[in-house]
């Protein structure tokens, strides 16, 4: 089994290549995702972010109003580190159970860990390869406008984040996102395929 830690900047394209991944075979332990499963109402790390910025971040079904949230941490650098101290560990035990539950069922798999703070938490410690996304500055400006971000938002959570020049320092493998899907899809089939051999010898 091999276990891969796919990161990038916001708005590099880590889900479109995490997508192209498991379409080739591999796992994907999508940690976005782990982390709204782990913040449903009621859920222990739920309850905490209500005890620490207050219930005004609700909507009224009870779920957490992202954007709210999201205004107060990005503004915010202590507030957003006490965010991820209440979220990151049940996230991270999430993870290592879907990693076991995945083992049991093929030995021979290619896991891919699909974690935006995957240097910053020091996951990429953990996993036997790394893969970074990269995209210019001005393509992640742009795609977070055309999500419906302001530029100022936008520069807002770009500079939240590990610079992607640090991030590549980790890399094993470094996707360049920039040009066609088509050109995305290419390097992302030669490093399954590199991945693939590694997991067969």
């Keep these: ?3 891969v830690g796919l990161t990038g900047s916001i708005a590099s394209g880590k889900s479109t290549v ?6 080739l075979g591999a796992y994907l332990i999508d940690y976005d995702i782990l982390a709204r ?10 309850q905490a972010i209500i005890d620490e910025f207050g219930s ?7 779920t957490l109003n992202r954007e709210k949230l999201g205004q107060i941490v ?13 979220t990151h560990p049940a996230v991270f035990q999430a993870a290592s159970e879907r990693v076991e539950e995945i083992e049991k069922i093929d ?4 896991i891919i860990k699909d974690v935006p703070l995957l240097i910053e938490t020091g ?5 036997d390869k790394v893969i970074v996304v990269s995209a210019t500055k001005e393509n992640r400006l742009q795609r977070l406008m055309d999500r419906g971000f302001s530029h100022d938002e936008a520069e807002k959570r770009i500079a939240s984040q590990l610079p992607i ?14 040009g066609s899907i088509g050109d995305t899809q290419k390097q992302v089939q030669e490093i399954f395929k590199s991945l693939k051999n590694k997991s067969l010898t």
């Design 1 to 3: 089994m091999i276990i």
């Design 18 to 23: 995490s997508e192209m991944f498991q379409k």
């Design 37 to 46: 499963e782990i913040v449903e109402p009621h859920a222990k790390a739920w």
């Design 56 to 62: 005004e971040i609700l909507n009224k079904d009870l």
């Design 74 to 86: 990005f503004d915010n650098p202590d507030k957003l580190a006490k965010l991820n101290q209440l």
């Design 107 to 110: 030995p021979e798999a290619i």
């Design 123 to 127: 996951i990429h410690k953990t996993v």
């Design 165 to 178: 020049r640090e991030k590549v320092k980790h890399a094993d493998f470094v996707i360049h996102n920039d």
